[in-house]
Each structure stands twice: as structure tokens, then as C-alpha cells.
């Protein structure tokens, strides 16, 4: 008698905020094959809620905390199936590869599995910079239970050690579409709020910053994408981004030495009150 093979179920988790125009895309990448579809919305200001429940999907709100890391571990558990699939509403999924994910679970061949990502920056896909396919891999697809959350951004997660861990070769069709930074002013704007949260986290930690170390790091990221990474194999989206990256860790330092010799932005707003109060007592009389 012929055994029937176990069909393992996947559920794909998507955080988002003001995501309408991405959200679509993503979920008519994954509904064709998912079980089950959670979103966690940071309370979007557009139809991005009703964009999700439109598709299907199972709605959570979380606080909105100007990144979507600490969002991640409270999708995953709301999440139901034995395996996980975490996006962003910007990251679509080709058939060949869902069906490789698919095939994979249900021969239980790992706990982990490391899937190529095919970032796009300004309209056109990177495969260097240290953006490229093979060179940035991430376990996004995983067994409950074999990913550890932190609320460190950028450093969301970790893998639980003894995990099986599968890595999947790139070819056309087998990564992560991920179409990233329409402009620059887009990648500005999230640098601005994530070197906060950096510099934030790392003045908790107790580092120091110094003019030296903000250089270091600096030259260091642009010479690593551009030259190691090969960046210059990007053309111009190569270049610039070599030099934006390089530009996050001088703005991090930078915010991270404001906090450590000011106090920060609060601060410095009441010492300039201080300083305006002072001013104006230099006319002798009492100015409304």
C-alpha cells in the first residue's frame, strides 16, 4: 500500500506600514501556495489593511516603532503552520522557487534554509555590492522554533544552533525579488531612521563613538562593496550605493557622539532655550 507523503503547511508572515502599492504584488506572489497569510500592520495611514484582508490574509496591528524588526517575532507568532516564510511587502516570490520551498518542507531536508535575494535599487537588479544574490542570503524560511528573535535592527534574528541548515544555490527564478529604493531620497529618508535606532541601541550598549572610528567604519563599508564586493560591477548603482552605506556608518557615529557629548535632541533643544533666555536678558527688561 502506497503511503500518502506528509504535506508540511506554510505560512507566510508580511509586516507593513503605508504599503498599498508593494502589498498587492507580494501577496499574488504567495497566495497561490501559501496555507496561510499573516500581515502585521504598524497601523498604516492608506488601504494597506484592507488590501490584506482583501487577499485573505489574517490582520494583526502592532505599535508603530519606525522599523519593522521588532514586528517580525510578533507576526511569527501569530503564524500557525510548521513552517514560516517572513517577507516584507515589497519582496516577491517566483513559482520555481516556491515550488523548490514547498518540495523541500515537505521532504523535511532542513530546518533552515538560507533563499538568495535579487535586490533591485533605483530600477535595475544588483549582483554585486554585497547586494547581490550569492552574496546576500537570508534564512527567511524556517521550522517554528528554529529562529531566535532580538530587537536589534538589522540584526532581527538568529538561528537556533543544531538547526539544519540548507543553502540554496542562485539561477534565474530561485531567489527573493526584493525591489527595493524606487529613488534616493527613499533610502535617505530610511537611512535617517535607522542610524537613530542604531545609535540608540549601540549608546545602550555603552560604545564610544570618535571621529576616527566614524571614519574608519566609513572608508572600511565603501571600499568593502565597492572594491571586495565588487561594486564597480554595478555601474553607478554600485558606486552610490558603496558610498550611501558608507554614509550610514559616518551618520550612525555621528548621532551616536550627539548622544553621548549632548544627551541627544531634547537636550540640545533646551540647552538652545537656555541659551535664547539668556540673550533676550541682555536688554535689562522683561520682553513679552
Not at 513552517?83 to 519582496?91: F, H, P, T, V
Not at 513559482?95 to 533552515?112: E, G, Q, T, V, Y
Amino acid at each position: 500500500m502506497k503511503v500518502e507523503q506528509h504535506k508540511a503547511r506554510i505560512s507566510v508572515v508580511i509586516n507593513t506600514f503605508n504599503e498599498e502599492k508593494n502589498l498587492p504584488y507580494s501577496l499574488r506572489s504567495v497566495r497561490p501556495w501559501a496555507d496561510e497569510i499573516i500581515v502585521v500592520d504598524m497601523h498604516s495611514e492608506d488601504s494597506t489593511v484592507e488590501i490584506a484582508r482583501k487577499f485573505g490574509a489574517k490582520v494583526f496591528l502592532h505599535e508603530r516603532v519606525g522599523y519593522a524588526d521588532p514586528a517580525r517575532a510578533y507576526a511569527v507568532a501569530n503564524a500557525t503552520a510548521e513552517w514560516i516564510l517572513m517577507l516584507d511587502a515589497d519582496e516577491v516570490v517566483p513559482a520555481p522557487l516556491s515550488c523548490h520551498l514547498k518540495r523541500i518542507a515537505d521532504d523535511d531536508r532542513a530546518d533552515i534554509v538560507m533563499i538568495p535575494w535579487l535586490n533591485y535599487l533605483l530600477g535595475a537588479p544588483l549582483l554585486h555590492s554585497g547586494w547581490g544574490p550569492e552574496q546576500d542570503k537570508q534564512f527567511r524560511f524556517f521550522k517554528r522554533g528554529m529562529v531566535e528573535f532580538t530587537p536589534k535592527v538589522h540584526h532581527v534574528s538568529k538561528i537556533v544552533p543544531g538547526a539544519r541548515v540548507l543553502q540554496l544555490a542562485y539561477q534565474p527564478g530561485m531567489a527573493v525579488v526584493h525591489l527595493n529604493y524606487v529613488d534616493a531620497w527613499q533610502f535617505i529618508e530610511k537611512l535617517n531612521r535607522y542610524t537613530t535606532i542604531e545609535a540608540q541601541q549601540a549608546s545602550e550598549r555603552g560604545e564610544q563613538a570618535s571621529a576616527w572610528r566614524a571614519l574608519y567604519w566609513a572608508i572600511r563599508e565603501f571600499l568593502s562593496r565597492y572594491l571586495l564586493k565588487q561594486g564597480y560591477r554595478d555601474g553607478w548603482r554600485g558606486f552610490y550605493l558603496s558610498g550611501l552605506m558608507a554614509m550610514y556608518r559616518w551618520v550612525t557615529y555621528a548621532k551616536l557622539q550627539e548622544l553621548k557629548s549632548t544627551g541627544g535632541h531634547r537636550a540640545t533643544l533646551e540647552s538652545y532655550k537656555h541659551e535664547a533666555e539668556q540673550v533676550i536678558a541682555s536688554y535689562g527688561v522683561e520682553v513679552p
